[in-house]
């Protein structure tokens, strides 16, 4: 179901595209699909800053973890008295 503004906006847009001459259609066609590649590129480069950033948090916390169960990292050996 399309809205009326869609509709609107389609049919200015066949307006548009019809009193362009061939050439003027093929650059308005390579704009947009420049823009498009732009747009995708953008969504593509936050998607990895998100998985980084996400992959970065997960390796701290778990090294915050280790640190916590593991306490200072030092070893300690202790021997146990012998029996007589």
Do not use: Y
């Not at 590129?41 to 701290?60: I, V």
């Not at 090294?63 to 306490?71: F, L, P, V």
Request: contains cysteine; hydrophobic residues 40%.
């Amino acid at each position: 179901m399309d809205s009326k503004l869609a509709k609107e906006a389609e049919t200015a847009l066949i307006a548009t595209t019809q009193g362009l001459a061939p050439e003027q259609r093929l650059e308005a066609f390579v704009a947009h699909c420049r823009l498009m590649a732009e747009l995708h590129a953008a969504g593509t480069r936050q998607r990895e800053q998100a998985l980084t950033a996400s992959m970065n948090s997960s390796a701290h916390s778990a090294a915050q973890a280790s640190q916590r169960s593991c306490g200072t990292g030092k070893m300690e050996i202790r021997l146990l008295p012998s029996s007589p």
